[in-house]
């Protein structure tokens, strides 16, 4: 079992930054794909970012440049660097935990990123 807790979350304004972060607890974190989801209002989430244990990552386009995912094994958290934010990614973002090898996952409960003048 896995616990996720995101927080970093906000009111922003465009080409702004923020840092979100997820803490993981109950299991071994370094061998878990983490990512940041996000879903804006009517749309389906998508994947914004991951993670593999040995940190490869991935991103979806529109944030190439401007997030950046990384993980620190010592402390089981996750991180999302969000720079030069747009209005379009005002979302409710979401920590995922993704068991390489079983393929069990975990979700976190989700933190509110707005960017509005």
């Known amino acids: 079992q896995v616990q996720l807790v995101e927080s970093g979350g906000g009111l922003v304004q465009p080409g702004e930054s923020l840092r979100l972060s997820c803490a993981a607890s109950g299991s071994i974190f370094s061998i878990y794909v983490m990512g940041w989801y996000r879903q804006a209002p009517g749309k389906q989430r998508e994947l914004v970012a991951r993670i593999s244990g040995g940190g490869i990552t991935n991103y979806v386009d529109s944030v190439k440049g401007r997030f950046t995912i990384t993980r620190d094994n010592a402390k089981n958290t996750v991180y999302l660097q969000m720079n030069s934010l747009k209005p379009e990614d005002t979302a409710v973002y979401y920590c995922?935990?993704?068991?390489?090898?079983?393929?069990?996952?975990?979700w976190g409960q989700g933190t509110q990123v707005t960017v509005s003048s």
């Open positions: 995922h935990a993704l068991h390489p090898i079983t393929r069990r996952d975990y």
